[in-house]
């Protein structure tokens, strides 16, 4: 079991095997993730079956219309990695809030 499926489930190790690619096609396939489907899913999570219908598509519905593509674009940096994402923001002249910047 690696350290993700240990630590978020078995669902996020996908997610996982991403890394190993070099950034821009990490950030590629991670960018395919990051879509209403994919907010439904991550709404629904593992909900029984029996109670996924009680759910209202508006939360994940409401939550996709506000992403704007720089919004994903951040979504994108975070699940990307804190390291990723500390270069990304580094080399936009912005910093994360807590996080020391490390010289690009």
């Not at 593992?46 to 009680?54: C, H, K, W, Y």
């Not at 990307?80 to 270069?87: I, S, T």
Request: proline content about 9%; glycine content about 8%; overall charge neutral.
């Amino acid at each position: 079991m690696s350290r993700t499926e240990d630590a978020l489930g078995p669902k996020y190790a996908d997610i996982e095997k991403t890394w190993a690619l070099p950034a821009d096609q990490m950030r590629g396939e991670i960018r395919k993730a990051v879509s209403e489907a994919g907010f439904r899913e991550e709404f629904l999570n593992a909900v029984r079956p029996g109670l996924v219908d009680r759910i209202p598509p508006d939360l994940w519905r409401l939550h996709w219309s506000l992403a704007t593509p720089r919004r994903v674009e951040a979504m994108v940096d975070l699940i990307a990695g804190p390291l990723v994402a500390q270069h990304l923001y580094h080399e936009r002249g912005l910093c994360l809030p807590g996080v020391v910047n490390v010289p690009g």
